[in-house]
């Protein structure tokens, strides 16, 4: 059997050195080496900018989408969107375990997981597209995938049903540096709070800046602010379009009477909302950048464009005990459970 | 006298809502608002890009050149090439400032500025080109141009040749990003150590780290790297590739015993060197992006395929008295000042 190495770069095609993240092609043949981990895969949640990208590119049509992500994998050996860069995670059960890992990982043969390294860097065969749920940014599958050594991954809970755990998994990231980032007192603009991950922020921020500081909830208009409304997680809610920052910007202060945010949090997942993350942080303050759909140059020559001297951090999507910080918030706090449960799970 | 908005957005013509930057279409007339500032410009500097773009597109003739450039202002307001999307900055003295700013801002009339913002946003006439210097991207103009009131600027200083000041200003983040990042006893990484803006972030990164840290400095081998060696500002300099990011770690740690540096700092201008800079740097450091080839998802998600807890910063080219620190580098080191005068001035 042969030798891996630790972070994959034995599976690379093209270009070679790099790793498998940052390959244009990886050999997705599904023989182990000594330290991978075989998964047959159940189901892809898709990265929700790269869905979104695929499902407009297919003008809805699901065959159209299906035939898209056949593309993507024939091309790359990986789900990775050539457009937004993104992919997703997957669910799956553990088929195989290289004998160098082995008694060494807290997995068995037969076990249920989930991947916490993106599908852009995973090796993957789709034999079969099953179902499309466009709603939720999931597809059911036939097909098999590696974990390499160095990829991290969760056990699925058994106190709560698999799809649940999954939809509060995929974005395990960004709550968990938002607990990490925000401080009692703090000042809290969260971009695309309606959302998934912005939800869990917003709880998250409202926990850690309590009674002093101030959550602001902003999103656009429709079903989904009512919803964040009525959760209570939000001191604010402002509603509006987040590629407008100058309206973005007048809006918050409107809101603060005059004072400037701490710290934003960017989870909207469309372009060319860099600015409006940036223009209403005060000196000094973080621009926390979690969108897929963030372009550096724009957030870099933006901000030296309006001299701002703010700190602005890429939403690294591994913390550590970041899993447990995001299951642990759908097992304290029933709203949030509820709406995952009817929305996304 | 009409009051303007501080980034500028009152002279937005197209698309409505945007910044300047963004803007396809700004207007360019010279009537200020009570908030800008009036400068009669000398020369402007181009950016290396989009000089590179109009003289292929001229074939080399200065009057095709000159000729684009007018077109580029007249369609656009501003000197933003259509192809690269950059722009540069330019020289100029002051003629006017706008009531609002008047004693509240240490410029009057007379001053010699460098802007510090892009062309890309800045409101520009050209009245005749005067002279094309091709070798060094330069264009002496007769016209004027607005900086709003969150541009930020530079008074050229009396002690250094223009050009020279020039040179050191237009990469004026990364070293005082540097200075104000780097701690006592700090293992530091810097990546592309031997470019311009790179010997400028080891020499403040050695005197941040002082005689307890280490600066290692990562080049590609040849006559830059020789030159770097003899500045002494690095204690380690590995010569490689920083495309190959598990070469670069292991080259990393050979030279340092095996310890992991506190924080890297990435000014190469290849792209693809995302993983070089994530790969040495332990656990809970920070990973300082200021390459405008840093791929934003290739950062999140390489961060997070490989289980890295660290923080990743996009290297804001703003930040406060920058400026000056930059200029004060060339000052107190003869060293760096000679190489500065020989191969950029």
Redesign the interface.
Known sequence: MKKG?P?G?HRVIE?I??????AVKIDNSMEIYDNEILIDVKTLNIDSASFTQIEEQAGGDEAKIAEIMMGIVRDRGKHQNPV????GMLIGVIEKIGPALEGKIDLKVGDKIAT???L??TPLRIDKILNIKKDIDQVDIEGKAILFE???YAKLPSDMPEKLALAALDVA?APAQTAKLVKPGDYVLILGAAGKSGMLCCYEAKKRAGVTGKVIGFVRAGKEAERLKQTGFCDIVIEGDA?????VLNKVLEATGGRYVDISINVVNVP?TE?ASI?PVR?DGTVY?FS?A????K??????????????????????GHAEITLQVLRENETLRKIFEEVYA
Chains 1, 2 share one sequence.
């Open positions: 190495c972070y770069t270009p050195g790099v790793l498998p993240q940052t937004t860069g993104s992919g916490l390294v993106s852009s860097l160095s990829g991290i990231g590629t407008q920052p100058v309206d060319n600015m223009l000196d950048l897929m963030t372009s550096f140059t957030a870099a020559l933006g901000a030296e464009g309006v001299g701002k001297d703010v700190n602005m951090i890429i939403g690294n999507g591994y913390t550590k």
